[in-house]
């Protein structure tokens, strides 16, 4: 793919789009077949750069794992896993380091996991003493990756975690819960961060055949010597990319459903469409899937700390709306693929935009963006989220748009359907 993309301006103004299975569903899907005993078939699920590398590692862990016919085949083994020295490398998939820290403690032998530059930034500190506390041996480097754990025959019982930064600590946890000897209890001491995700990996666990008692969140207790059924299991659309075709409806007043999105999701993000309904956009549930119908967009304030990953997608939607948008409780964004609090407001300065920021908090004052070439930061959200700008906006350049590979490899294709 060329190193830049000039966004066109849109063209359509009824259509339905299509968005690939959803990333975190299928992160999910796969770790637990994976544990499993017997074949499982994952389908729909979404074949990126992300989910491919937990792919990968759960093949070096022993695991049979392949991509074929548009979803994923699980050869299962109830728990039991292969040894494998060399460091397994994970790119800056979060999702996946984080939820195979805990899937490497099952394991045999030492496991070390790394990943890019950037991902040797991320915090992993408070997965690593929660693993501790469960009598896993862990190293990490400076309370980051690269992360080595020791695979041993985890005991279980009563832990304690800080999700303050992430709730996939929380997520990593309740998915090797049911293959531990005493089952485990766990209290959250902070957070968590982005609830819906820890909703998701509960249903789940629960569609996979594994029961958990829960307190809200910040208490679950998973009984041990269980595990998940070998099955077949359908992924559904993902809501984050959902989001950048929701928001192009609202800045040009065009329609746009995408197939196969609702309301009863448990992913956080399919709550964006509310968000937009709030600002003035028109909301129908249809039988192809949510629409958005674009109107006058005034500014909200609203917390965002549920469904982070859309942050930038309402930042960029904010630019023009009427009136001011504060974005609160997102300091967890700075711990993501970039900094992104830092990276939007940037950008949406080279735009001529008034923005600011904190440390948890963006303030957009809304009014005409002007063209801009808009760096990514190798940031998969940053680019798809700027992109949404461009429809309206001309002289929009994205600079390295195969970033994102990383969640929605063919979203450029998609997205010229809307010219």
Known sequence: MESQITIRPMGKTDLTVTVPGSK??????LICAALADGLSQVKNGLVSEDTLLTMNALNKMGVSVRNEGGGFWVNGLGGSLGRYEDPIHLGNSGTTLRLMCAVAAMGVGTYTLTGTERMQQRPILDLAQALEQLGVPVETTNGCPPIKIQGTAVKGGKVSINCGVSSQYLSALLLIAPYTQDGMEIAVTEGPVSKPYIDMTVSVMKAMGVEIKRDGHTWFSVPGQSQYQAGEYMVEADASGASYFWGAAAITGATIRVAGTHSASCQGDSRFAYILKSMGC????TQEGLAVAGRDLKGITVDMGNMPDVAPTLAVVAAFAKGETRIENVGHLKAKESDRITAVVTELKKMGVQASCTDD???IMGGKPEGAVIDTYDDHRIAMSFAVAGLLTPGV???????VDKSFPNFWEEWEKLY
Do not use: A, F, Q
């Open 361 to 363: 908090s963006m303030t």
């Open 282 to 285: 028109r909301l129908d549930e």
């Open 24 to 29: 975190s569903y299928t992160h999910r899907m």
């Open 397 to 403: 350049v994205i600079n390295n748009p195969s970033c």
